[in-house]
């Protein structure tokens, strides 16, 4: 299923439904089934329905090993809503399904969800390709025209005093210095989409991110209002955690060190903590990553895989500051405690029958991301992300300095221009990114393969050649490494005849070149 996993792009969550709706209905083992004295063709139990679906969900990279038992039996309920399978009297749009022995089959036809018809607003598109060809694709100066240019300023200043040319040169340079906001803010727009769209590998942004969906002001704070450990500060208040969850989350990032003793403790105190931590996170109106950011960080998804960790965390720092600040430094905070605690070995079980980091995950993957309307994947896509998020959330909230950088060069190089010619259209060219090519975990597994065996084979050569060890050494050596390396052995050495040349050519012992005969001794008798 992996291969044929949604690819990045818009509607995304519905893809991966389409998905994996076929992927079951082709892949789902069917058999005979007797039940009440009578027997069922072509049809499958409940357990064993979730059985097979849940090892697929795990080895997927769009899900991972995150997902639970009671997961699957949760998207096998929505299946049986969605006329996806029916039981075996061919009911269907309930979510009744229990893990037991109840009998299931197939439909004649197995409904695909459309993709949505709706396409983004074109008049915002519009508007900000004009505004980005105003901005940023001006006429540009040939090398030929600013000779030119130049030749004929230094004509213009032969008839001008040196005073002149000096007020002139101040004048233009006032003239430079002054960048309006707007153009900043357009310079930052457009570098961020330059750069989640290489990241992304996508030929167009338009349906996951518009260009309205980046506010430059709270990348700006997000990149500059941060403590010494990079968690955003809030300017206003009255948008921060409120004060006595800020104090349970520190209860339970530092247990047992950092709780206030002076708070009653009984048995079961830290659960209550964590409850009352958690009923408010899932009790807030929109999630942490908000419902205007959703496709964006379900196109993210498919970057969670260990060849392309390095770029997921990449995506993932440039859409975390797109965030409201307060957003930011909610989840940011989130995810510290709940790594943690995760980590804390000290921590109490904080349920009978789901150990801590499960715990964590399925707590607040609904809180982190959701869609404004329902869909049936939310809960293990979030889940997927929250994974990776804890896993990596010292990384992910590092402000990226480089996009800092970009806008900085970018400004000063239009300055520089327009101090040096005033009077002339600049062309403003943006800077582009190269990313290491993205590729496919088969093939990231095969370029391991050869990698590694690319060194045993140098490593043989080594032995084969090395003139300092003896013949006994190379042949004990050489035949050590047939035993670990059958396979690279043989292809060295396909035949015998091959490993006999090896050592034809070893020095033979010379005879000597006088040959002394023993004397022979003669009887004394004649």
Not at 262 to 287: H, K
Not at 511 to 524: A, D, E, G, V, Y
Request: proline share 6%; net charge positive; with cysteine.
């Amino acid at each position: 299923m992996a291969s044929r996993a949604a690819g990045p792009g818009p509607y995304r969550a519905t893809k991966l439904w389409n998905d994996i709706t076929k992927y079951f209905r082709a892949g789902m083992p069917l058999r005979k089934h007797r039940q009440h004295l009578k027997k069922h063709g072509s049809c499958f139990t409940a357990s064993e329905a979730i059985d097979w679906l849940h090892e697929v969900l795990r080895d997927n990279s769009n899900f991972g090993p995150e997902v639970t038992r009671q997961q699957t039996i949760q998207l096998l309920r929505k299946f049986l809503k969605n006329h996806v399978i029916e039981d075996i009297k061919g009911r269907w749009g309930s979510e009744n399904l229990e893990d037991n022995g109840a009998l299931y089959r197939f439909p004649s036809t197995s409904p695909v969800k459309p993709l949505p018809s709706s396409c983004p607003p074109k008049e915002s598109l519009e508007n900000f390709s004009r505004d980005k060809e105003r901005l940023f694709k001006l006429p540009h100066l040939s090398r030929r025209a600013l000779k030119k240019h130049e030749s004929l300023q230094s004509l213009e200043n032969l008839g001008k005093t040196k005073r002149d040319i000096i007020e002139e040169n101040k004048e233009d340079t006032l003239h430079g210095r002054e960048i309006s906001q707007e153009y900043v803010q357009e310079t930052w727009r457009n570098i961020i989409l330059i750069h989640l769209q290489t990241i992304l590998g996508l030929p167009s942004l338009e349906e996951v991110l518009q260009p309205t969906q980046i506010v430059p002001e709270y990348v700006i704070y997000n990149m500059t209002n941060v403590s010494r450990h990079g968690v955003v500060i809030l300017q206003n208040k009255s948008e921060d955690l409120p004060h006595w969850v800020l104090s349970a989350m520190k209860c339970l990032s530092y247990w047992p060190r950092n709780n206030d003793m002076s708070q009653p403790t009984y048995s079961g105190f830290e659960r209550d903590v964590f409850r009352t931590v958690a009923d408010y996170f899932l009790n807030l109106p929109e999630p942490l990553l908000t419902f205007e950011y959703y496709e964006l960080f379900v196109n993210i998804l498919d970057l969670l895989q260990p060849h392309l960790e390095r770029i997921a965390v990449e995506a993932l720092q440039i859409c975390c500051l797109l965030l409201p600040p307060p957003n930011r430094r909610k989840i940011q905070l989130l995810m510290r405690m709940i790594s943690r605690i995760s980590e804390n070995v000290d921590m109490p079980r904080l349920h009978d029958a789901m150990g801590t980091r499960s715990l964590m995950i399925q707590t607040f993957s609904r809180c982190v991301l959701c869609c404004a309307e329902e869909v049936d994947l939310d809960e293990l896509l979030s889940t997927r992300l929250v994974s990776f998020l804890m896993d990596h959330q010292q990384e992910i909230f590092k402000v990226p300095t480089y996009l800092q950088v970009a806008v900085q060069d970018h400004i000063e190089y239009m300055k520089m221009a327009e101090c040096k010619y005033p009077k002339e259209e600049i062309c403003a060219i943006l800077p582009t990114y190269s990313y290491c090519k993205q590729i496919t975990p088969q093939e990231f597994e095969e370029q391991k393969v050869s990698t590694s065996q690319a060194a045993v084979a140098e490593l043989l050569e080594n032995i084969i050649k090395d003139k300092n060890l003896s013949v006994k050494d190379k042949k004990k050596k050489l035949k050590q490494f047939q035993k670990e390396y059958p396979l690279i052995y043989q292809n060295r050495f396909p035949t015998t005849e091959k490993e006999a040349m090896l050592f034809e050519n070893k020095p033979t012992i010379k005879q000597p070149i006088l040959s002394l005969s023993k004397p022979r001794f003669r009887s004394l008798r004649y």
